[in-house]
């Protein structure tokens, strides 16, 4: 019996809370900023305007839709796993456990293959889909031929996309290692309030300036940079014509489903690391 209760006291000392394997560092909130952030949205709508060129007739209303739907399960599978398996997270952890330990640990080393991969494509997207016209917008609405420069020079010289885009992305992710990781989630969720924010005040500048306020300053700004006509009734007609995102082309509209369920859907609830 006096064994038997000094079993039990090492055991209790040794051993803080029953559980074993991965545990948790994420709250529910950081988890939902660090998948909503790593799915894209923003450059996920010009890629789908690029393949829209290609399969004319298409609705990405209709394909949004399709793939909201698509998406339902795999919400549910994911809210079931982590409802099963509360104190633990992560694919690896879920595929091991529910599939197989050799499955488990090829999704985790594909993983991390496909974070080298986009180590170096994201930044060269960066700079030159993002940073670049975005300082060359600025500097023509501004009328700073500095700053419009700047941004034709980054999307054109291969130079800068490196140093700026490669060399400060490997320094991040230096400083994401090091980092403790509850403050390199903090900063995740802060990044998110930032991108809300600037959703929130683009959709309020649009609602007060109005339908007719928008198309007077998309023709007066363009008027501004040589452009003779009506700019914006010009690109309307071009794209009912050429291509659009309201198009009736059923089958086309399927080919829009899974590249929108990958960047709007896929990592809906999905456990991060």
Do not use: C
């Not at 064994?3 to 950081?30: D, I, Q």
């Not at 985790?108 to 060359?136: E, H, K, Q």
């Not at 999307?155 to 509850?182: F, H, Q, Y």
Request: proline fraction near 4%.
């Amino acid at each position: 019996m006096a064994e038997t209760s000094a079993s039990a006291a090492v055991e209790k000392t040794v051993f803080a809370r029953k559980t074993s394997g991965l545990v948790k560092e994420l709250g529910a909130f950081e988890s939902f900023s660090i998948n909503l952030i790593s799915l894209g949205p923003g450059p996920a709508y010009g890629l789908f305007l690029i393949v829209l060129l290609f399969v004319s007739g298409a609705n990405l209303m209709q394909a949004t839709l399709l793939a909201a739907l698509a998406g339902i399960p795999v919400v549910l599978a994911y809210a079931i796993m982590a409802i099963q398996m509360p104190r633990s997270g992560g694919e690896y952890v879920y595929a091991s456990r529910l599939l197989h330990p050799y499955l488990g640990f090829v999704g985790g080393l594909a993983r991390v293959l496909n974070a080298i991969v986009y180590a170096a494509i994201l930044p060269y997207w960066f700079v030159t889909f993002s940073l670049g016209p975005g300082l060359a917008s600025w500097g023509a609405v501004v009328g700073d031929s500095g700053i419009a420069n700047i941004g034709t020079t980054l999307t054109s010289n291969t130079t800068w996309i490196v140093v700026i885009g490669e060399i400060l992305t490997a320094a991040l992710m230096v400083l994401w290692i090091v980092m403790k990781p509850r403050l390199a989630f903090r900063i995740f969720s802060a990044l998110l309030f930032l991108e809300l924010a600037g959703l929130i005040v683009a959709l309020g500048l649009l609602f007060a300036a109005g339908h007719n306020g928008f198309v007077n300053a998309v023709n007066s700004f363009m008027a501004s940079r040589g452009y003779a006509g009506d700019y914006y009734a010009d690109v309307s007609i071009y794209g009912q014509t050429g291509f659009g995102p309201y198009g009736s082309n059923f089958t086309n509209t399927l080919v829009l489903v899974p590249l929108v369920f990958a960047f709007y859907y896929m990592f809906t609830n999905a456990p991060s690391y």
